[in-house]
């Protein structure tokens, strides 16, 4: 079991930066691949980004290429979303999540664990 728990989420001003993190317990957190996925109010959750369990692997979003960064620290067993130039249109709730594999890593029904959430809001 994987109990994943992200935390950095808050109101930010248009053009600013937050960093989002998602941690988690267990010996085995460096064989999982860990994305972000958002969901904004009235909208389905879509995929933001993804890192293999070594780091050496990501995936990126459009919407959010060149804008976001995705890192991970695995001594810390901790992921992080660096998030800059943010827009209103990046108010959503962000969501981690944990799956064995780097593959199909844009879909979400792959994953197997996803935490509870954090609220990003970015006002005009």
């Known amino acids: 079991q994987v109990q994943l728990v992200e935390s950095g989420g808050g109101l930010v001003q248009a053009g600013g930066s937050l960093r989002l993190s998602c941690a988690t317990s267990?010996?085995?957190?460096?064989?999982?691949?860990i994305g972000w996925f958002r969901q904004a109010p009235g909208k389905e959750r879509e995929f933001v980004e993804a890192?293999?369990?070594?780091?050496?692997?990501?995936s990126v979003a459009d919407s959010v290429k060149g804008r976001f960064t995705i890192s991970r620290d695995n001594a810390k067993n901790t992921v992080y979303l660096q998030m800059n130039s943010l827009t209103p249109e990046d108010t959503a709730i962000y969501y981690c999540?944990?799956?064995?594999?780097?593959?199909?890593?844009?879909?979400?029904?792959?994953?197997?664990?996803w935490g509870q959430g954090t609220q990003v809001t970015v006002s005009s």
């Open positions: 999540a944990a799956r064995s594999r780097f593959m199909r890593i844009m879909k979400q029904d792959e994953y197997d664990y």
């Open positions: 267990g010996r085995t957190f460096g064989n999982y691949a």
């Open positions: 890192i293999s369990g070594s780091g050496g692997l990501t």
